[in-house]
């Protein structure tokens, strides 16, 4: 704590003013959060839409109001870092035993770098992101609900959704508890979990995702752990279960960066993360607190790990695999799944679309439903590396084209604005080396994520497969977002029939084609894929390359309906509840 300091109380004033703000702001995020249950309970999905929008952009909002307080408050001591220095170690001091200090933290370094326009990291008025505690190794589960197998299975789970407290009734509870024991023995069959059930660990509060409610625990048993999730649906007719998930590749599924974020009101949300953990190992912490829409939170663990890495590793940042963007230029550190994207100054033809145009499009990608088929693009301003980790190439290329973005200082490479996202095989790479078994159903899925874009409104607009990355789940994501747009904004044309020889024989297109004209009758002809694969495509796929599908969703869309798109097989049963 400083002492003997001529700003002593106007520090500590400060201090308490950014931790009263992220406290405001904490509890009118929760407020949002708590929403969901209401919305579930009266099937406002709409509502639904509206409150994630609302609560991602809330934390800028924050963060730039008490910027511009403390700006007007402090005047010419504004940009005085000795001040601020001082202001940091009585904020230090006053959120040492708060729920979440870490959360405390990353605001207060949002609203320096606000003000100073940090570049780098500035280790006298921000906190360092490598000096953040990381989420807790284990946990006791203190906010779970515990139940034990004191007679069948079946009343254990009943007891379960007993618990579940929603105002809206379950229409038909006792098949969703025949439905639960008859999955359960089937994943225990399967191998998937093994031995006897000693109990079961449900955590307090309901994960909402949109349209669909989830209880998410793990099912202890007496020789290995398992996630346990239950999937819920309200219809017409009241609740249902919707499925069941206990593979860890299931629960990483639901909770992929691909995903929107959960709107689930934890009291504390680094344990929640911990247990999060425990039954999917293999997510950081990081993509956890994202997803839970601790958005920034799951920032600055991503960039305390990637520097925490640079400091174990010696590669260099090198051009990443797959064809070079028109728009990007996209690297990676070969050591780390990461890649690291940035705007080109100047697009080659056929692009004809601006760096503002693709700076509204992954804002657009941020604030919709990512239906489980956008990647996760997260923004970063103002990182700086050594220019010794990054490949002559890759410099040479950066300096010559990205000069808006990039900055060379000394030893130094300034990111003054790039963004980051999860390291995919491209799918054309994918199926260069994949059997034919492997491209089949990377093919099938490639045709599925662009229905399930649809469905949530969102046209690729470049449907080559380049765009497109597999995960290791064999999944198939888009991650390339500048031609991307609504469905609704599209005008869906059929090819016109040419009425003359003479027509048909032109090189260059002979009827009018409008700016938002697309013709999905040509889509099969940049996909590349070879004889084979294109009829399989076709087999299951073919209704995507009719005008007719797509005026179709349009319409659906126009009507305010919102389509699922669900990251799991659900319980043939509830059809009968939408």
Same mark, same amino acid.
């Given at each position: ?17 950014v931790c009263?703000d992220?406290a ?10 708590r929403r969901?249950?209401?919305?579930f309970e009266n099937r406002?999905?709409?509502g ?7 609560r991602?952009?809330?934390?800028d ?11 007007h ?5 504004c940009?005085n870092?000795t001040?601020?220095?001082?202001i940091?170690a ?12 870490e959360f405390y933290k990353? !605001? ?5 770098r606000?003000?100073f &326009?940090?570049v780098g %990291?500035?280790?006298? $008025?921000? @906190? =360092?992101a ?6 807790p190794r ?5 906010k779970?609900r515990?139940?034990?197998?004191r007679?069948?299975?079946?009343t254990l ?8 407290a929603?105002?809206?009734p379950f229409?038909k509870?006792?098949?969703d ?8 023995n089937?994943?225990?069959?399967n191998?998937?979990?093994?031995g ?11 994960f ?7 209880l ?5 048993g ?15 007719k009241?609740?249902a279960?919707d499925?069941?998930?206990m593979?860890e590749?299931?629960?990483g599924?639901l !909770?992929?960066?691909?995903?929107s974020?959960?709107?689930? &009101?934890l009291?504390? %949300?680094?344990?929640? $993360?911990? @247990? =999060?953990?425990l ?11 994202t997803?839970?829409g601790?958005?920034k939170?799951g920032k600055?663990?991503?960039y305390r790990n990637?520097?925490?890495h640079?400091?174990?590793?010696s590669d260099?940042f ?6 070079k963007?028109l728009?990007m230029?996209?690297f990676?550190l070969p ?5 690291i994207?940035?705007?080109?100054d ?7 679309s601006?760096r503002q ?6 804002q657009?990608v941020?604030?919709?439903?990512r ?11 103002r990182l700086?590396f050594e ?5 002559q190439a890759?410099?040479d290329?950066l300096?010559?084209e ?5 900055k060379?200082?000394?030893d130094?490479?300034?990111?003054k604005h ?6 995919l ?7 260069q080396?994949?059997n ?6 990377v093919?099938?899925d490639y045709?599925?994520?662009i229905?399930d874009l ?17 995960t290791?789940?064999g ?5 390339d977002y500048?031609e ?10 059929e090819?016109?029939?040419?009425q003359?020889?003479?027509d048909e ?7 009018y084609v409008?700016e ?21 495509f076709m ?5 995507i390359?009719?005008?007719?599908y ?11 309906q919102v ?7 659900r319980?043939?049963?509830t059809h009968?509840?939408?």
């Amino acid at each position: 704590m400083p002492a003997n300091s001529r700003h002593k109380h106007l520090a500590e004033a400060i201090a308490s003013t950014v931790c009263d703000d992220f406290a405001d702001y904490n509890q009118e995020f929760r407020a949002i959060t708590r929403r969901a249950l209401v919305r579930f309970e009266n099937r406002d999905w709409k509502g639904s839409q509206r409150d994630a929008v609302e609560r991602i952009e809330l934390y800028d909002i924050i963060v730039k109001r008490t910027a511009v307080e403390l700006k007007h408050r402090l005047g010419h001591l504004c940009k005085n870092k000795t001040l601020w220095a001082e202001i940091k170690a009585y904020f230090a001091e006053k959120i040492r035993r708060f729920p979440d200090p870490e959360f405390y933290k990353t !605001f207060f370094s949002s609203i320096t770098r606000y003000l100073f &326009d940090t570049v780098g %990291v500035d280790m006298t $008025v921000e @906190f =360092l992101a490598v000096d953040f505690e990381p989420a807790p190794r284990h946990v006791e589960s203190p906010k779970t609900r515990t139940y034990r197998l004191r007679t069948t299975e079946e009343t254990l789970f009943g007891e379960i959704l007993n618990h579940s407290a929603f105002a809206t009734p379950f229409c038909k509870f006792n098949d969703d508890i025949q439905f639960i024991t008859k999955e359960f023995n089937a994943y225990r069959n399967n191998g998937d979990f093994s031995g006897e059930i000693i109990r079961v660990e449900i955590m307090n509060p309901v994960f909402h995702q949109l349209t669909r409610a989830y209880l998410v625990g793990r099912l202890v048993g007496t020789h290995n752990t398992v996630p346990l999730i239950i999937s819920l649906v309200n219809g017409p007719k009241g609740i249902a279960v919707d499925a069941v998930m206990m593979a860890e590749s299931e629960a990483g599924m639901l !909770f992929s960066f691909t995903r929107s974020y959960f709107h689930v &009101d934890l009291e504390q %949300v680094a344990d929640s $993360v911990a @247990f =999060l953990r425990l039954i999917m190992p293999e997510k950081s912490a990081g993509e956890l607190y994202t997803v839970l829409g601790r958005a920034k939170q799951g920032k600055t663990v991503r960039y305390r790990n990637l520097l925490d890495h640079l400091k174990k590793s010696s590669d260099q940042f090198v051009h990443a695999p797959g064809d070079k963007g028109l728009v990007m230029v996209v690297f990676t550190l070969p050591s780390y799944d990461i890649v690291i994207k940035i705007i080109r100054d100047h697009f080659a033809p056929p692009k004809t679309s601006s760096r503002q145009d693709v700076l509204h499009k992954y804002q657009l990608v941020f604030k919709h439903d990512r239906a489980g088929r956008l990647i996760d693009a997260q923004e970063f301003r103002r990182l700086t590396f050594e220019s010794s980790r990054f490949s002559q190439a890759l410099l040479d290329e950066l300096t010559k084209e990205a000069t808006e973005s990039v900055k060379i200082q000394g030893d130094k490479v300034i990111l003054k604005h790039c963004y980051i996202e999860r390291r995919l095989t491209p799918l054309n790479l994918y199926l260069q080396t994949a059997n034919y078994l492997n491209a089949q159903k990377v093919v099938y899925d490639y045709g599925q994520a662009i229905r399930d874009l649809a469905l949530s409104n969102i046209f690729p607009g470049d449907l080559l497969i380049k765009n497109f990355g597999v995960t290791r789940y064999g999944r198939i994501i888009f991650y390339d977002y500048d031609e991307l747009c609504m469905v609704t904004d599209c005008n869906f044309r059929e090819m016109p029939v040419a009425q003359t020889i003479e027509d048909e024989m032109r090189a260059e297109t002979w009827f009018y084609v409008g700016e938002n004209d697309v013709f999905p009758e040509q889509f099969i002809s940049f996909l590349g894929f070879d004889r084979e694969l294109e009829a399989f495509f076709m087999e299951w796929h073919s209704d995507i390359m009719t005008a007719r599908y797509w005026r179709d969703l349009q319409n659906q869309h126009r009507l305010g309906q919102v389509l699922d798109v669900l990251p799991y097989h659900r319980y043939p049963g509830t059809h009968r509840q939408d």
